[in-house]
């Protein structure tokens, strides 16, 4: 059974630094693997989207990296901003079609 | 795009009461997913339809729920009779399974409180 954790748990960060947040899951056998951004009380919003066979996608200040074969992902966030204070959540896709998401982190950018 | 809709965006009920979510996913999109999540578990799948069938429904906890999809453009999701461990925030999703991606869109959710 596919699991997905979310290290670490909650971030707190000053404004301006480059940070990385980190997914790793349990099976390899993955189709992609989504990154989304929850804002509280809010909905998911999809921010990057990494198909298996591809290594790693960038949008923005954003970069998320993907190693099928060790299991991991990394979410790097350049030049932080309050604004990107929220909850970022890891997902993979397996052959069925439905995601499985890790607990997600917290992060907050302090001014 | 108006993008997910989803229907009520809050439901406070009393214990035993019947609630019913409903959903809109994007026009177009042939994937309908219906997840839930709560601080303890975080998000987990309750069932998901690919052309308006449902295929995998392993994550509905009970017989008390239940899911409909009548056609391409409206899913629900109906809790009968609701208890206060349901409380929860659910949340519709759609993809276009013939896409390369299969990018997976979310709907705003919707904040069920069981009293």
């Known amino acids: 059974k596919q699991e997905v954790t979310q290290i670490p748990a909650a971030l707190s960060v000053p404004e301006g630094e480059n940070l990385v947040l980190n997914c790793s899951f349990t099976?390899?056998?993955?189709?992609?693997l989504q990154w989304f951004r929850q804002d509280p009380g809010k909905g998911l919003t999809s921010l990057l989207l990494i198909q298996s066979s591809q290594r790693e996608q960038t949008s923005g200040r954003l970069n998320a990296s993907l190693d099928k074969s060790s299991g991991r992902s990394t979410l790097y966030i350049a030049a932080s901003q309050p604004g990107d204070s929220a909850t970022y959540l890891c997902?993979?896709?397996?052959?069925?079609?439905?995601?499985?998401f890790g607990k997600g982190t917290k992060l907050s950018v302090k001014p | 795009d108006a993008g997910v809709i989803q229907s009520p965006r809050h439901e406070v009920t009393e214990m035993g009461q019947e609630v019913t979510l409903r959903c809109k996913p994007i026009s177009g999109h042939n994937s309908l997913f219906w997840y839930r999540q709560t601080m303890m578990r975080g998000l987990e799948l309750l069932i998901y339809?690919?052309?308006?069938?449902?295929?995998?429904d392993s994550g509905m906890p009970e017989d008390r729920f239940s899911a409909k999809m009548p056609n391409a453009s409206f899913s629900t999701l109906k809790i009968q009779p609701s208890e206060p461990r349901d409380s929860a925030v659910y949340f519709c999703?759609?993809?276009?399974?013939?896409?390369?991606?299969?990018?997976?869109?979310f709907g705003p959710g919707t904040r069920l409180t069981v009293l």
């Open positions: 339809f690919n052309n308006n069938v449902p295929i995998d």
């Open positions: 999703a759609s993809s276009l399974r013939t896409s390369g991606n299969r990018e997976q869109f």
């Open positions: 997902a993979v896709r397996g052959s069925q079609g439905n995601l499985i």
């Open positions: 099976d390899s056998a993955i189709y992609n």
